[in-house]
């Protein structure tokens, strides 16, 4: 199942790394964030400090990435967080980004 998935996401490679390549440092290092918090507490200070930017800054970079299709942000249980509208560029970002494919 795995195998699958990684040619799956690496065959679309270019179409992930054209959406990739445009975007921001800021916007980059909050797509990474929310991989590693799986899109939750976007704004706290652990993750604010990680990502190297205040508050105001991860938010407008969140806003961004919904505008553009990227992130949808959900509310559950109250808390809001946020998803990729395609996970296969989540998985690709752990593959190629911080994997190193």
Known sequence: MREALDRI?????PFYTAQWVPL???QKKTLLAV????GRQMQS?????????????????LLRLTES????????????????E???FSYWIRLAVRGGM
Do not use: C, W
């Not at 991989?35 to 799986?38: D, S």
């Not at 990680?50 to 407008?60: E, M």
């Not at 942000?73 to 967080?81: C, D, R």
């Open 45 to 61: 200070r652990k993750v604010t400090r990680a990502i190297g930017a205040n508050p105001s800054s991860v938010q407008k970079a």
């Open 69 to 84: 299709n990227i992130l949808r942000e959900e509310m559950t249980g109250g808390e809001n967080h946020y998803r990729f």
């Open 9 to 13: 996401v690496r065959r679309s490679g």
């Open 86 to 88: 395609d996970p296969f």
């Open 24 to 26: 921001t440092s800021l």
């Open 35 to 38: 991989v590693e918090e799986n």
